[in-house]
Nanobody, 122 residues
């Protein structure tokens, strides 16, 4: 069992940066692929970024070059550094852990945090 708690969301202006953190419980954190997803009202949860295996990272096209996912296994924490934020990045951001599966699919993830709100004003 893994419990995930996100933090770091907030209200920022377009062009600003935020760093989201996701603290995980459990001693097997390093075994999980970790992902960030986001969701806005009325829309499906969307893949944002993932870090798997030996550290390979993947991003949705809309955040490539602006967002960076990283993890610190010693701290059981995964991060999402978000730069050059845009109003369209506004969403609730969720951290998730996957033991196996296709990294960009919601149903590949076994555990989810409760989310943190990111609001980007224009």
């Amino acid at each position: 069992q893994v419990q995930l708690v996100e933090s770091g969301g907030g209200l920022v202006q377009a062009g600003d940066s935020l760093r989201l953190s996701c603290a995980a419980s459990g001693r097997t954190f390093s075994r999980y692929a970790m992902g960030w997803f986001r969701q806005t009202p009325g829309k499906e949860r969307e893949f944002v970024a993932a870090i798997i295996g030996g550290g390979n990272t993947y991003y949705v096209d809309s955040v490539k070059g602006r967002f960076t996912i990283s993890r610190d296994n010693a701290k059981n924490t995964v991060y999402l550094q978000m730069n050059s934020l845009k109003p369209e990045d506004t969403a609730v951001y969720y951290c998730a852990a996957s033991y196996s599966g296709t990294y960009y699919k919601v149903d590949a993830y076994d555990f989810w945090g409760l989310g943190t709100q990111v609001t980007v004003s224009s």
